[in-house]
């Protein structure tokens, strides 16, 4: 439990993302990206995507984003036949995640820092 | 009476992150108490899983195991060792004073292997939860122990289980002692009497016919049919009504009847001694044959309604029982008392027979509030917490066992079954304990969705298909590889959804369990205020951490 509640360090970050948990934002791409299976840590996988975008391996083809005050903004590529829709869905999960992560962190701050 | 006094709680042991950490001294006090809890072994958390729309203990719901909070502490082991010994694991009880060390000693680990060895199960010597789980099965009456099970391939039952019969004969007077170091086989002798008792509560049609052991002992582990048969129980039919035509005939048809009758009045008066210690008395499982039984007036040593009857632990207990859980007054609580009744166990399965009836359905997590309430009107909460820690943590086996029966009362509306032996302490120690395993179980699913964050992305199934990043603030960029198909898809939308679930359920259960802590301690001190903060916010956690048990 001890090394689980070791989160001093992620808290941190967190602590420091709070003010930018203003929006939302929710980005999907498709096209050919290799990653290494061996030997992958985040920075790889940054690498390799950016590498695929320099390219132009990779395409934009779903974009959402909301702000607190209300305003959104939603994109879907209509390219090629659109988006398969069991990518939409996992698009929209992906929001319906963030929107969780940002009430749990309600949640918490409520008990925490009120 | 042990001293209510808790383990000394002291803050300066542990690093409080705090201020300089960004974060306030409520967040600090609540990761120190945790912690402290924790590492001190001041709660053990039942590990059981609230499955949708089941309540904890409730008759009829299979009690599971949480994944990831797994670890058995020093009660668990306390009460293994008691089990072990019952099962005659080891020559002699474990002492009152016995801790969660013991654990460590060659002889536990010794008979733990040997009990692993006589049941079947993997022989490592540690009492891991499969090892709790098998001995429980065995030892505890309420927890269903399959047949099947228990049987080796060819046939033979496994002698841990053997061993559990003769101690099950035993608790119910039909054995002259539980098994010992060298128990191999139960006696045929005790069979015959299990015969006998079932036969003369017509539980079975007759006695003196081959019946299988597989149906003798499939009886003899569900005490609920035990005690729904003796609720009807009669004297005995009288002798000589059968084909005996000889007067050695009816001699011996003499004998065999006294024999039953002394065999059904041993086993009614230990059946009844048992529900009562399920029920939360502190009333000792022996055995013995003392106390009087409706019309099966036998004379025994000391007599039929003697002094020395009326002076046991079961005349004391008897009196609380009608007392206390029925609407009888004074005097008919005293006369109901003299003797063990067939109305006792009708009044054991269906308690609305002695009580008002119509009464609302009550609510689990409900009653921890009411406890509550009833805690903080004592004219010290302080003291009164301390001896629910101090006496909960001696209830041992009865931590876990005769659960169902108190909950089927408090579900049927008849909470004073709570003022019933120690009942109060129980309940307050087991809530506590319950919200110590949500609690725990809520950081640890935090911190396994920060290693993600941290990570910088969601963990997949196949992320050479579907990479799914998430930034500092918590925005997603999801990454389709070409070669993803529709399986890759749908499963990197499950990890997702899990992650956001499991991210806001946990932060759910940790910003209230601060809250309470900050909020309602009611000026309580240290552990204290701990085991109070989590009884409280008890049932405002449960639908969280239901909805946690769903992702995890």
Redesign the interface.
Known sequence: ??E??????????????ID??T?????????????A?EGKT?DD??TA?ETAQGESK?SLVAESVFKFDGDSYNFVTSQEGGV?S??L???K??I??????????M???????? | MPAARLPVFDSAQFRFPGKEDGFNEQWGDAYALLLGAHSQGVLDAPVTLLTRGAQPGEPGREIETIPGVAALNPVRFKVIAEQLWLLGYFENKPGPDSTGDIQATPEFQKAVARFQQEAGITIDGWAGRQTWKAVSALVNFETTTEMGRWKRRDGIFYRAFRRAVQLRLWAYGLAEKKPGPGFNAIPSKNLERLKKALYSLSIIDHYNREISRETLFSILFDPDRLVAAAGYFKPVKKPFGGSSDTFRDKIDDMEEHKSILEIKRRFLVNLAKTELWLLGSDIQIDGADDYPVEGLGVKRTGGFFSKAATDTQTAEYLLEYWRKLSVFGEMEARKTAKSITPSLFRSLVQPEEINTSGLPVFNESDYSKELVAEFERAPDTQVLVARSYVEGKGLGMKLWDGLKRVWAWIKRGIKKIVSFGKNIFRAFYRFAMKGFAIVKTGFSVFATSMDQYLAGRLEMSNDQAVMVTIKRDMDYQIWINDTADSRDLMAAKRSVQRFGGMFLFSCKIIGFFVDVLKTAAGGLMGWAKLLMVLVKSYRELIPAYRELMHLV
């Open positions: 439990l001890e689980k509640m070791g989160l001093k360090d992620a808290l941190d970050k967190l602590n420091n993302a930018d948990l929006s939302l934002h929710v980005q999907t791409f498709t096209g050919k990206v290799t990653f299976r985040f996988v940054r995507i990779i398969p069991s990518a869905e996992l698009h999960a992906s319906d995640s963030g929107i969780k992560t940002r009430q749990g962190l949640q918490m701050v409520k008990g925490v820092f009120d």
